[in-house]
């Protein structure tokens, strides 16, 4: 897809599988499953796919973010610029492909209540992706000390059974 901008639409894509490559104005950015790419109005951007890739994309109105979040700036910010998220934790990829799947179905289903229903996925889904990008932006601007600590965290809300210290140390690295 040669780079272009679109005026008024926000776009998500969500890439499953495989690879592609993204084009901003001055920057070119290798993106790999999995992967999440944020593409706000007037944002140029092109996109050279592999064969193998796959995901989904979701594009709407840029109104409809805007109203979704017209009382919260410092979530809207967050979508301002394009950007990337690539690091999820445990099965948090998993949960927004079935946010958006939920997205989909409203958006398609003849339900009463649809479109409350529609908004309330819309706003979670973004919400999460909003999190993410927090997640990401504290993790860049920590210490290599503090990633290790979050990770050994996490290893230990996982563990399945009782681990000793060297056995988390080994999983950490």
Request: hydrophobic share 40%.
């Amino acid at each position: 897809i040669k780079p272009h901008i679109h005026s008024q639409l926000f776009q998500v894509f969500i890439v499953k599988k495989g690879s592609l490559l993204f084009q901003e104005a001055t920057q070119e950015h290798e993106l790999q499953a999995p992967c999440i790419a944020l593409i706000p109005p007037t944002k140029l951007h092109g996109l050279v796919y592999t064969p193998d890739v796959e995901g989904q994309i979701l594009t709407l109105s840029n109104t409809i973010i805007e109203d979704i979040f017209k009382t919260s700036n410092p979530i809207w910010k967050t979508f301002e610029d394009i950007r990337f998220l690539s690091h999820f934790e445990g099965n948090t990829f998993d949960k927004i492909q079935q946010n958006l799947a939920h997205i989909e179905y409203e958006l398609f289903s003849e339900n009463p209540e649809r479109y409350s229903m529609h908004r309330a996925y819309l706003t979670t889904f973004f919400i999460s992706l909003h999190r993410l990008t927090n997640l990401e932006e504290v993790q860049k601007n920590d210490s290599l000390m503090m990633n290790h600590f979050r990770r050994f965290q996490q290893l230990i809300k996982q563990a399945e059974n009782n681990k000793s210290i060297p056995e988390f140390a080994d999983e950490l690295n």
